[in-house]
């Protein structure tokens, strides 16, 4: 496991400029090297560090070791379907968990102040206070997703006063916080919630989950009106139609999405004009080559040191 002088370390990304992150790395671990390319020297590569990698870009490493992705989700690493059978350990940092944190806490904080329809009437000149704030006690803020982002966002709305549920594919259990798991309990959390966050993992059983189905099955009035969405997980847990239909139907009165099935988002997508959407390009919680290389690069040193790897993906799981 120690590092040899020969080693090299393949950075497969697409959509990102991976210059940033060749710089940070460069500064983070000088003595390594950092490749963009496997052709060359395929046998030395020990380590990929992957954002939606090309398919079949790491197939043919023979001395491949560990995959880092460099997110928290890993959907876009099971996009390729010729991933070698060697440890996927993704990002769970504080800075990417304070940044999603950060995000959800805006976002619900603007819809319970009815954010949307100031800055609407602020556009008209429109002086008017007719629609009641509701406090924040009075609005129970549901997280689909549990886990480290989950968590950390449940415990700051409980901070803010939110009351708050949860639910998870196993039973999670969180101080002042309402818990439900597995599809039985989906019914249940829905039935009480105000505000849908969703920080779930994009696998084959999330794809598709925040549909008409799930739309259907949320209380109908609440002191924000209908249910509100906030979607930062992934864009293929969402049927964007039916969210369209479902606020032109009244079952929804707000949406805030961060991630689409099709990123960018196509311009003549409905959703980029709807005045009941928010939209944000995918950066909710952005990797932060700053903050994140020198925790992969930790990471590295301390598996080389002969330590366990940690936050390794669960394969059958996908997630
Ligand atoms: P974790 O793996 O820590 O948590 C995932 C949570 O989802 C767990 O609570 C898990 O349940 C739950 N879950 C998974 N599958 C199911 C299911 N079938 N039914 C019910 N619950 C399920 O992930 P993170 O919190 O670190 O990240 C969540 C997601 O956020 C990422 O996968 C990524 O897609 C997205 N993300 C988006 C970003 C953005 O900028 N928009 C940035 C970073 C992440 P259990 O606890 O039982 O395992
Ligand atoms: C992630 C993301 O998964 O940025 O970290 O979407």
Redesign the pocket.
Known sequence: MTSGANDKILLAVTGWDPEVWQTEFAKAAPGRKLVLDANTDKEKIRYALVWKQRQGSLAGLPNLEVIFSL???V?HVFHDQQIPDVPIVRI?SPD?TMR?SEYVVWQVLDHQRLGLRYREQQRQRVWREDRRQPAAHEVTVGIL??????RDAAQKLRMLGFRVSG????L?TIEGVTTY?GKDGLRDFLKDVDIVVC?????P??KGILSMTMFAQMKAEGPLGAPTLIN???GGLQNEPDILAALDRGMLSVVTL??FNKEPLPKDSPLWTHPQVMLTP?????SSPQALVPEIVAQIESYERGEPLKNIVDRA?Q?
């Open positions: 997110g928290a989700g959907d769970v990417l999603m997703g549990l886990g480290v982002l989950g639910w998870s594919r196993r999670q798991f920080l779930l993992p994009l696998t059983d999330t930062a997980g992934r961060d991630v995918h950066a909710a919680a952005s799981a997630y």
